[in-house]
């Protein structure tokens, strides 16, 4: 037997990542618990997308965080401007948040208000 016949190619880097979002690219929808609209949030966000919604509002951590919610999400399967999102009740954008960041929201809202007790 050669070396060729007993090496099993390994999948490359970008082969493993397009595999990845095959199977991971769904949606999560939800909706939101004072406005009772129906927000879609897709499960996979590339970094680099993620980068690019983020240095739309370069002006704030705010700013940056609703180009994030308007570049991703769809509020009753429609778009909406990142000054828009301000017009939503804070519960509604926490709920969003909530799912786009998962476990990290109490991180990013540390670092945002600059308290270290985020729970209250």
Do not use: W
């Not at 009753?76 to 804070?90: A, L, M, S, T």
């Amino acid at each position: 037997m050669s070396d060729k016949t007993n090496k099993i190619e390994k999948p490359n880097v970008l082969d493993k990542l397009a595999k990845f979002n095959d199977e991971n690219s769904t949606n999560t929808e939800i909706t939101l618990g004072k406005t009772g609209i129906e927000v879609t949030i897709p499960s996979v966000i590339s970094h680099g997308e993620m980068m690019k919604a983020q240095k739309a509002g370069r002006k704030s951590k705010v700013d940056a965080q609703n180009c994030v919610i308007a570049y991703f999400c769809l509020f009753d399967g429609e778009k909406i401007y990142p000054e828009h999102v301000n017009q939503f009740p804070n519960e509604d954008i926490m709920q969003i948040t909530n799912v786009l960041y998962g476990d990290k929201i109490k991180d990013i809202l540390k670092d945002l208000s600059g308290d270290d007790d985020v729970d209250g």
